[in-house]
């Protein structure tokens, strides 16, 4: 623990809960999830994902898909390729 420091950030509650939900699914902490974005500013000297802001089309399918509309959904990868194809 003598090499350990604290950091402190304020975010808002919900962000909080629902990333929490999300990480306790895939076993980790919010602590070990925050150590993995340092170490991956690190390692890629930067940060590890494009930060843009999205163009009007984009912005439009997201709030479209936050919304749950004009989402299609599929059962497996093959039903995905067929519908792909088709």
Same mark, same amino acid.
């Given at each position: 623990?003598?090499?350990?420091? $604290?950091?402190?950030? =304020?975010?808002?509650?919900? &962000? %909080?809960?629902?990333?929490?939900?999300?990480?306790?699914?895939?076993?980790? #902490?919010?602590?070990?999830?925050? $150590?993995?974005?340092? =170490?991956?500013?690190?390692? &890629? %000297?930067?940060?590890?994902?494009?930060?843009?802001?999205?163009?009007?089309? #984009?912005?439009?399918?997201?709030?479209?898909?936050?919304?749950?509309?004009?989402?299609?959904?599929?059962?497996?990868?093959?039903?995905?390729?067929?519908?792909?194809?088709?």
């Amino acid at each position: 623990m003598a090499n350990e420091a $604290s950091i402190h950030a =304020r975010v808002d509650a919900r &962000t %909080k809960s629902e990333a929490q939900r999300i990480l306790n699914t895939l076993g980790m #902490t919010l602590s070990e999830a925050i $150590s993995l974005y340092l =170490r991956q500013i690190i390692f &890629t %000297k930067g940060i590890p994902f494009d930060v843009k802001i999205p163009n009007a089309l #984009t912005a439009e399918t997201l709030t479209k898909a936050d919304r749950g509309e004009d989402v299609v959904e599929f059962d497996s990868v093959d039903e995905l390729l067929e519908d792909l194809h088709s």
